[in-house]
């Protein structure tokens, strides 16, 4: 449908100018009504976060998400942009996107009354009304709320003139929604200058006498303030916000795997066992007390790791020739060292981060191995040692050439059942599933290993 471009063809439509938190809390209320998401790609918050959320926007609340780095919060703030309208009428023109039907900026009012409903009209996509800034240190006053435009003041203005002030990234998401990351890192005085944004709603800049009504929701983020040492939200600004929400990672080892798997850009294929492994690793990370717990394991953690083990299969096939990269076990203990950077280890345990990281990823295959071969009869794999033949493997060993030394196992069928591999898995799978259960036997007890200069030995 043609949209109106005046003021008059709006008017002659069935439009009706809401506030954002308005349009927002329709928009809402019709989503759970039909039972669609509200907030997709948002992971494990179902049951907790999101209810808290959604109170929080049919209230009409600005809010602030507290947790812990690599919990979503940016994420989640950006979903919010699918609660507002598809298309929004604004004054043509406008710097801070005055609605056709009541502008409040000194401009529109003007060419509002000398144009009556000849008022251009142009239209904005939610995409469009959506403004983010990481609060930084070095933020000032006017980046968020404007200053005086010495430009304009230089063509002939005077500087009572409102037309001179450069409007800041809170006025420019006017009828949209603003979110400010990292909210304690903003300077004590910075915070200050929020004050009329959330509770009068209004901007001042240099003293002008100037009263702009903004209609915005304003979200931020923060850590919890016994990690986030640089800075802190003070108090009459949490008064302001209308909610605090807790984030947290995922609950359950399922929510994890759907997290990776729906983030991780993976450049072979990484089976799920394999996932899960990474899953339970990093879950294990954030269980350990060896590990800062106020800093937290983030997310990311996960999907770096899945994306390294991937990258590790790559790399056997680019040096070994071989044409079915599939991540295996062996390609998980070479990617640890790369990741010591995101994990905040406590006092006293320095020089004994490798040793921790491979713990847990020995504790991580154990658990997944118990999870998903409990009770399967693999005496077809540990009868092959029996006569002292010992297998070779390691993370440039191709994965026909385990199959080789393995031969025909019995079994082996309702081990890639198990692990979700079926009859159609590749030769590369099943030499990721092969793999899997003989250091799941090494780690049950029931086969020796040996690993020297990269390779390594199963055996009796």
Known sequence: MTRPATLGALRATPHQHRSVKEEIRDNLITALRNGSTAFPGIVGFEDTVLPQLER??????????????????????RTLVSLLDEWTPVVEGCEINDHPHAPVCTRCRRLAAELGDDLPVTWKHREERYGEKLATPDT?????????DPVRVAEGRTLGDPETIHYGLVPRTNRGIFALNELPDLAERIQVALFNVLEERDIQVRGYILRLPLDLLLVA???????????????????????????????EVVEELVLIR????????VPDFLIEVVARLTRGLRESPSIDQRSGVSARFAITAAETVGASALRRAALTGESDPVARVCDVPGVLPTLHGKVEFEM????????????QLRVAIAETFRERLRGLDLSGFSNHFAEGTTVE??????????????????GLAKVLDRLDLGDAASPGEVASAVEFVLEGLHLTRRLAKETVDGVTYYGA
Do not use: C
Request: no cysteine.
């Open 262 to 269: 729906q983030e991780a850009q993976l450049g072979a294929p």
């Open 393 to 410: 493997t390691g993370e440039l060993t191709r994965g026909d050439e385990l199959l080789d030394q393995l031969g025909t196992v019995p």
């Open 140 to 148: 000032s006053v006017g980046d968020l709320v404007g200053d005086v």
């Open 221 to 251: 983020s923060a850590n919890p303030e016994d990690y986030t040492n640089r800075g802190r939200i003070i108090t009459p600004l949490k008064d302001r916000f209308g909610a605090e929400i807790r984030t947290h990672y995922p609950l």
């Open 56 to 77: 929080a926007l049919l209230a009409g609340h600005d809010l602030v998400l507290l947790g812990e780095r690599g919990q979503g919060k940016t994420r989640l703030m």
């Open 348 to 359: 006293g345990e320095e020089g004994r981060e490798q040793e921790i990281f491979v713990h």
